[in-house]
């Protein structure tokens, strides 16, 4: 994530001293954000504030690809009721269609292998393609005279 943050960073073209007194804390522990793996959640916060950036948004694709769905019907006699927001984990983006679409469609993968190693349902995939082909037919005809 540091890298990921130091990356902004230099595109936005902050200045360190201002980065510093943002987070009151010296330039040399602003570096070791730099280096670090992960953050502390209230530290990415400030960090998607200051650069402008969702990097909460790296995580939540992570797991749209790789969480393993839950079953209804797993653990029905101690499933309860939460008071937490209910998410709906089959809310993909435009970002992770187009990888998984790109991958099939450069031959990296197939399409079971996409269905097996991402927890794509099958319905769900092929409407993909049958709306990205549908999309390509639009862009690539002729204007009307």
């Known amino acids: 994530m540091g890298s990921l943050l130091k990356e902004r960073v230099e595109e936005s073209d902050l200045d360190m001293a201002r980065i510093a007194k943002f987070f009151k804390c010296s330039e040399e522990e602003i570096q070791e954000h730099f280096e670090r793996r992960d953050l502390y959640c209230e530290d990415l916060l400030k960090w998607s504030k200051l650069l402008e950036y ?11 690809l790789y969480a393993p769905q839950r079953n209804v019907n797993y653990n029905k006699v101690t499933a309860k009721k939460s008071s937490l927001p209910q998410f709906r984990k089959n809310i993909y983006t435009k970002e992770i269609i187009e990888f998984i679409l790109e991958k099939i469609n450069k031959g990296k993968m197939s399409k079971n292998e996409v ?5 794509i349902p099958k319905t769900t995939l092929y409407k993909w393609i049958y709306k990205h082909e549908k999309s390509l037919i639009k862009k690539n005809d002729p ?3």
């Open 115 to 119: 269905i097996e190693h991402y927890n």
């Open 143 to 145: 204007p009307s005279i």
């Open 54 to 64: 969702d990097f909460f948004r790296i995580y939540t694709q992570h797991l749209i």
